[in-house]
């Protein structure tokens, strides 16, 4: 696998067109915002300069990693040589399905369609191509270029071929994957989130605090970053839409969304990217305050 295309610019685009390129590859980076684009290569070389700044990439290294990628708002200019795509777009059904429907239509027929979803089935996505044997879930964690997994999800119809290749590649990109099935969650989301949605139950009930929930579960089981903290990280909004893919798929009231989480996305207060959640991310990630909703 030589070329590589990216779908989304967005956080998780971003994050993983910078580890493609950082690894060698040639990257186009596609959106259909130019906006959106420059507003990337922007975070990228913020997060390369963290690395410069740590010893572990030269400033050649970074202007190499940014000469790497190529940006395009045409998807089918973006995608037409690529041996790759991850598709990185907003987690919306109808928007995944169409652009998978595109990407069958605009790639090489021995490309590989992979989706960074993080909990729409791989398997319906494949179905919209002509091509499901060669469809599968690359579903990478924020913020990509610190994290090591690859949740490497196989859809029905995933051939072993292509599973190895993308098990292969991750490792090349100095990742671990790990396997799953393509069942509702698979397995990260569908462990994490019934976790956060209890974590918010007992916000709800009145049981502890934000800021003793956190901090019993950032220290008494070291996560670094308490369930509540972790739900305004990823975006409630994001949060609140995979626990009904659970709730849904599974058909099981234990993944049933607590009412807090769906009154406080109804509301707009989405986490981090909305500036409120259950924290106030007005003064940025190292200056935390619990929201003035939630202060005793
Ligand atoms: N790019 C490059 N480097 C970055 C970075 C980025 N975007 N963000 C942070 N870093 C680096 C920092 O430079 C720093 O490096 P050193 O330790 O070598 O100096 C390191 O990461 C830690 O960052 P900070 O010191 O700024 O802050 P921190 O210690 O509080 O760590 C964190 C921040 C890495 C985000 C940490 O809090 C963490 O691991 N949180 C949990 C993240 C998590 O669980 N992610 C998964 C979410 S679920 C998901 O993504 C999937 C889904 O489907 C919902």
């Not at 089935?121 to 913020?143: E, L, Q, W, Y």
């Not at 707009?268 to 909703?293: E, I, T």
């Amino acid at each position: 696998m030589k070329k590589v295309a990216v779908i989304g610019s967005g956080t998780m685009g971003n994050g993983i067109a910078h580890v493609f390129a950082q690894n060698g590859f040639p990257v186009s980076l596609v959106d259909i915002s130019e906006e959106a684009l420059q507003r990337a290569l922007g975070t990228i070389s913020k997060n390369l300069d963290r690395i410069v700044a740590k010893g572990n990439l030269t400033e050649e290294q970074k202007e190499q990693t940014l000469q790497n990628i190529t940006t395009y708002t045409n998807t089918q200019e973006g995608v037409k040589e690529a041996d790759l795509v991850v598709e990185a777009a907003t987690e919306n059904v109808d928007l995944k399905l169409k652009i998978f429907r595109d990407l069958d239509s605009f790639t090489k027929p021995t490309a590989i369609l992979a989706s960074n979803t993080s909990s729409i089935s791989i398997t319906k996505i494949a179905s919209v191509t002509n091509r499901p044997d060669k469809v599968i879930g690359m579903h990478f964690m924020n913020p990509v270029p610190v994290m090591k997994l690859v949740e490497v999800i196989r859809g029905y119809s995933t051939s072993d071929e292509v599973t190895q290749q993308v098990l292969d590649l991750s490792k090349q990109l100095g990742k671990v994957p790990a396997e799953a099935n393509d069942y509702p969650g698979f397995v990260a989301n569908r462990v994490l989130m019934p976790m956060i949605n209890e974590a918010i139950y007992t916000l709800f009930e009145g049981v502890a605090g934000v800021e003793e929930i956190d901090t019993i579960m950032k220290l008494g089981m070291a996560h670094p970053m308490g369930p509540l903290q972790l739900a305004d990280f990823i975006g409630l909004d994001v949060c609140l839409s995979i626990l009904n893919v659970l709730y849904e798929g599974f058909g099981n009231p234990k993944y049933a969304p607590c009412p807090l989480l769906v009154n406080m996305v109804q509301a707009g207060h989405k986490g981090a990217k909305s500036g409120q959640g259950f924290y106030s991310w007005a003064n940025g990630p190292k200056d935390l305050v619990v929201a003035d909703r939630f202060k005793k």
